[in-house]
């Protein structure tokens, strides 16, 4: 026990000074946006901070191209070893945060599977999801009939928030984008 004591202290000291470390000016954890996810959890975005993400936004009632977004975070993870699957995170932000309740993503979770240990749907407040979608260089807009006009993308975040690649190869596998997300694991973690 008394050879664990020192372990653990290195390891809560190794904690707060990554806490303490400013962000890179470029970080898209430097916005101020407040997430809420399917199971009522609020988190900020920095809060993600310290693990690779693998970051989209769609909307659940979405009927075309947010399904098959979902299926390629899906299919990419998957492409990954399971010892680099388990250093990432996924994360898709509503671009409708009116109808995206945590009850509406909770239901969108389990009607697609997707493990809530793996899968992050989350809402924020549509000014911030303004925000976070032209920070990561997504653009969107609302028709009349309450649909979405919207880029589809996957992007690829390192552990402090910065962009590392992207891909717009939706509904099949992009091995570069793969290979990015094994070079962005594969980092040591500052």
């Given amino acids: 026990m008394k050879r664990l004591l020192p ?13 303490a470390t400013p962000l890179p000016g470029d970080s898209v954890y430097n916005l ?26 769609f909307y659940t009632s979405c009927q ?13 993870r998957n492409a990954l070893d399971p010892a680099t ?6 994360l898709a932000v509503s671009f409708d945060p009116a109808k995206d309740d945590v009850a509406t993503l909770k239901s969108y979770a389990q ?11 989350a809402r924020a407040e549509p000014a911030q ?21 919207h880029s589809s993308e996957l ?13 717009t190869r939706i509904g099949k596998l992009d091995a570069e984008f793969v290979e990015a997300i094994r070079k962005v694991v594969a980092q040591p973690q500052s």
């Fill in 7 to 19: 372990l653990f202290a290195m390891f809560l000291l190794l904690g707060s000074a990554r806490a």
């Fill in 32 to 57: 101020p946006v407040q997430l809420t996810d399917q199971d009522g959890r609020r988190q900020t975005l920095a809060e993600r901070r310290g693990r690779p993400q693998l970051v989209t936004m």
């Fill in 64 to 76: 075309m191209v947010c399904p098959m977004i979902i299926d390629s975070l899906r299919l990419t």
């Fill in 85 to 90: 699957r388990a250093r990432i995170d996924l």
């Fill in 111 to 121: 009607k697609r599977k997707l493990d809530p240990r793996i899968w992050t749907l």
């Fill in 129 to 149: 999801v303004r925000q976070l979608s032209g920070v990561l260089g997504l653009q969107y807009r609302q028709l009349p009939d309450g649909e979405f006009n």
């Fill in 155 to 167: 992007i690829l975040l390192d552990a402090d928030g910065r962009i590392a690649a992207r891909t």
